[in-house]
């Protein structure tokens, strides 16, 4: 897996003073400034503790099968407000993303955030990254599926999935446990247990953070719906 952090520091120089101290016991393979350097802290070949208690598609050890980069940034405000990442810190994250996927049999849908291996604890690297512009130069999955797509998506598809609004999220059992057997399909850690909780909301806000930033809301709409149905049919 290449799993893609944030700092959330307000310096590039506290993230890795923090990330140098074997006392905070949290560490990654790479870390990029706001001028596009880039620092390589821990060799690939090593575990670097990053993802935390994470899981993605039935791997429990995340840190132990993924190289991390964290990217110096703020993160977004209480708003969902925040500075742009700088164009040369971009590219950089470009340039070695495409590197390290040239150098290891790393395929599309295992190119993450922090926030899809640990919804429940992080989310990073926010609503401000360009998940999509990374998509368009080989650098993970995207989709831009809408809600005309989901009728097309679900029927010849064993995931026939339902836009839940808020106030039927509850009522609804059938189609929330679609809802979570196509979360948990896609790599998501979720139990299909047809209850629309702070469980299930909270993995949906996670798939939100990474393919419907502009709607965070945890609460599967048909654009959620169809864009889940499509990375699943693509996913290898």
């Not at 990654?28 to 620092?39: F, S």
């Not at 802290?41 to 993605?56: K, N, P, Q």
């Not at 993924?66 to 708003?79: K, L, Q, R, T, Y």
Request: glycine content about 8%; some cysteine; aromatic content about 8%.
């Amino acid at each position: 897996m290449l799993i893609m952090h944030t700092t959330c520091m307000a310096n590039t120089q506290s993230a890795l003073d923090r990330l140098c101290d074997p006392d905070s016991k949290v560490s990654a393979h790479y870390v990029i400034d706001e001028d596009g350097q880039v620092y390589h802290l821990v060799d690939e070949r090593e575990r670097a503790w990053h993802a935390g208690i994470a899981f993605w598609d039935g791997e429990t050890d995340v840190n132990g099968c993924s190289i991390g980069i964290e990217v110096a940034h703020p993160g977004p405000d209480e708003n969902g407000e925040g500075p742009e990442f700088p164009s040369h810190q971009w590219q950089a994250l470009i340039n070695l993303s495409q590197d390290i996927i040239s150098r290891h049999p790393i395929p599309a849908h295992r190119v993450l955030a922090h926030s899809d291996v640990a919804p429940s604890r992080k989310t990073d690297p926010g609503s401000l990254f360009d998940w999509s512009g990374l998509a368009q130069k080989g650098i993970g999955l995207w989709s831009d599926c809408g809600e005309k797509d989901l009728a097309s998506l679900s029927s010849p598809k064993f995931f026939e999935l339902e836009p839940i609004q808020r106030g039927e999220a509850s009522e609804n059992k059938q189609a929330v446990e679609q809802l979570q057997q196509a979360l948990r399909a896609f790599g998501y850690q979720i139990t299909p247990d047809g209850v629309y909780g702070p469980a299930t909301q909270t993995v949906m806000c996670a798939f939100q953070l990474h393919f419907r930033s502009e709607r965070i809301d945890g609460i599967a709409d048909a654009v959620c719906c169809a864009r889940l149905l499509d990375l699943i049919s693509r996913k290898q």
